[in-house]
């Protein structure tokens, strides 16, 4: 799923593409992927682009006289971006807005449809859709760490949390907790000075870091490769690779439809943690240590 460092990417290059430019037409392809029912895509046609930003992992274009229209890619949707109208690619058009300057496509690979769009009218409505987790690139460090110590939840919950933090989800939860070298499972309310002030920095660090690199990456265009895993990245997706900071092969706790990614050495003191699957089939035979996997 796409989050803050390719959400606010994103957001930048459609500023530069529609900014200041008329929504001519707004056409919905797939009923699915609209999730209100007032304003309707009628009402937004023909109105000037005032602003495109960002709440959480949601893209907003705001339009002329208080009007939004909000996306949420989820897990498989992707904007792409034609400077005139034609068809989309890499999955499905579930949405297609056209511009002065060009066509926005809305797709989503698979059978699922999970991505969204709202269309609103008024702050009051917009406000509604945003959970008010905290924007840490704006915040101190004093009120990063009063509002992390605010809950009893592993530090993986607490970042990932839309209502604490804005726009953090698996992919850079891993990298935040690798470079703040704290295990995903610490208590969020018991962490001293000295690791609550290495997670503020780590976090700011690894969300500067992929800005730029995203940045640099779409330059003038248009981002071409919106993944939750990059070759780059120390730990999220590269289970069983070697960590880059001690070489450790990089663990992984698996649940649900999410994977915590970590280094065993840097993270938990050499602990491997738990899999609550695969630890319940091996017993005795799972490996306590990173030293026992040697």
């Given amino acids: 799923m796409p989050e803050l460092p390719d959400v606010t990417v994103y957001a930048e290059c459609l500023e530069r593409h ?68 034609g068809r989309g690619r890499r999955g499905p058009t579930l949405a297609k807005l056209e511009f002065d300057t060009g066509t926005l496509l809305l797709t989503e690979a698979g059978s699922k449809r999970r991505a969204s769009l709202h269309l609103l009218a008024g702050t009051e409505a917009l406000r509604a859709i945003d959970p008010g987790g905290m924007e840490i690139l704006q915040a101190s460090e004093a009120s990063f760490v009063e509002r992390v110590r605010s809950v009893n939840h592993t530090l993986k919950r607490a970042l990932t949390d839309p209502h604490l933090f804005s726009g953090i989800g698996n992919a850079y939860s891993d990298e935040i ?68 900071v001690c070489g450790a092969p990089v663990q992984r706790i698996v649940y649900a439809e999410n994977e915590t990614n970590y280094c065993a050495r840097c993270q938990t003191g050499g602990k491997v943690l738990a899999d609550r699957a695969l630890s319940r089939l091996l017993h005795s035979s799972w490996p306590r240590s990173i030293d026992e996997l040697g």
Wanted: proline content about 5%; some cysteine; aromatic content about 8%.
């Fill in 18 to 85: 529609v900014g200041a430019t008329r929504l001519n037409v707004l056409r919905i392809s797939n009923p699915f992927v609209l999730r209100t029912v007032a304003p309707s895509a009628h009402e937004l046609e023909g109105r000037r682009v005032e602003r495109v930003g960002r709440i959480g992992k949601r893209i907003v274009i705001e339009l002329a006289d208080g009007f939004y229209a909000v996306f949420h890619l989820m897990i498989a949707g992707r904007l792409h971006w034609l400077q005139s109208t």
């Fill in 177 to 244: 907790l690798h470079r703040a070298r704290l295990s995903p499972f610490a208590r969020s309310d018991r962490l001293s000075e000295e690791e609550a002030r290495r997670l503020f920095d780590a976090a700011r660090e690894t969300l500067i870091l992929w800005i730029e690199r995203l940045r640099a990456d779409a330059a003038d265009g248009w981002p071409q490769t919106v993944t939750a895993f990059r070759p780059e990245m120390a730990v999220h997706g590269k289970f069983g690779k070697p960590c880059p």
